[in-house]
């Protein structure tokens, strides 16, 4: 974190530093499917609650080079 980095950011903040509608964001997080901090009643996101999205986004390849590459 640079010393210009906000300790915590807005949900339109930090659905534009992750690529994503802010309304997606701020309903995933008022499900409590993707990690936010309240304070008080006002929705946030530190930066390892983004990273922290990021990392459960994470998906591995779905084709393996080891198999055949199939043309249907």
């Known amino acids: 974190m640079s010393e210009g980095d906000p ?13 994503v509608k802010g309304s997606w964001l ?8 993707v990690p936010c ?6 929705l946030r996101f530190s930066r390892a609650d983004l990273e922290a ?4 986004g994470a998906r591995p390849a779905r084709w393996r080079p080891s198999e055949p ?3 249907w």
């Open 7 to 19: 300790l915590l950011y807005a949900p339109q903040e930090a659905a534009e530093l992750l690529g």
């Open 26 to 33: 701020r309903r995933k997080a008022a499900a409590r499917d």
């Open 37 to 42: 901090t309240f304070v008080g009643k006002h």
């Open 53 to 56: 999205i990021v990392a459960a």
């Open 69 to 71: 590459y199939r043309v």
